[in-house]
C-alpha cells in the first residue's frame, strides 16, 4: 500500500511539474521527425498481463527495400539518442503508473515475445509490477548481458521493500546525471533476448 501511494503521489506530481519539459520535448519530436510523438506498445505486466506503456518516440520510421524496419543504429536520431541517454524518452510511462500499470520501480516492462523464452525463474520477474527503473537499471542498465539482468530483477522480487525503492530511485537519478550503461556493447541500444538456453 505504502509503494502505490508513493507511485500515485510522484507520478501525479511529476506528470504536473514537468508539463512544461514534457511539452517541449513532444514539440521537439513532432519538429525532427513528425507523428506519431509517442512510441506505444503492448508489455508484460504484473503477472504477464499486457498493458499499452507509452514512451516518447526515438527512432525514425525508416525500412529497408523488404518493408522491414532498419536497424536501431539506422533509425535512431541523434536527438532520439539525447532523449534515450537522458531518460527524458520516460517521461510519459509516469501515466502508466498514474493508471496502476506500471510502479516507479521495478524490473523493465520487456516485449511480449520474450514470455515463453524465460527460464522458471527469470518468469518471477512478473511477480511484481513493471518500473520505469529498477535494480538493474542501477547496476549496468543495458551495459549487462540478459542473464545477468534478470538476476538483479529476480533478487529485486525477493528483497523489494519500500526503502529499497527510495535507495533505487536515488542512485537513478545519478545514473541519469552520468549517463552510464545506456547502450549494450556493439549495440545502439540492447540486443534480443533469443532465450535462456534451458
Known sequence: MLKRCLDILTSLLGLILLTPVI???AW??????GSPVLFRQARPGLNGKPFEMIKFRTMKDALDA???????????????????SSSLDELPELWNVLKGDMS???PRPLLMEYLPLYSAEQVR??????GITGWAQINGRNALSWEEKFKLDVWYVDNQSFWLDIKILFLTVKKVL???????????TMSKFTGSGR
Do not use: C, K, Y
Open 23 to 25: 511539452a517541449l520535448v
Open 28 to 33: 521537439q519530436i513532432n519538429r525532427q521527425m
Open 66 to 84: 523488404d518493408g522491414n524496419p532498419l536497424p536501431d543504429s539506422e533509425r535512431l536520431t541523434a536527438f532520439g539518442q539525447f532523449l534515450r
Open 104 to 106: 516507479l520501480v521495478g
Open 125 to 130: 520477474r512478473h511477480d511484481v509490477r513493471p
Open 178 to 188: 552520468v549517463r552510464d550503461g545506456i547502450s549494450a556493447e556493439g549495440e545502439a
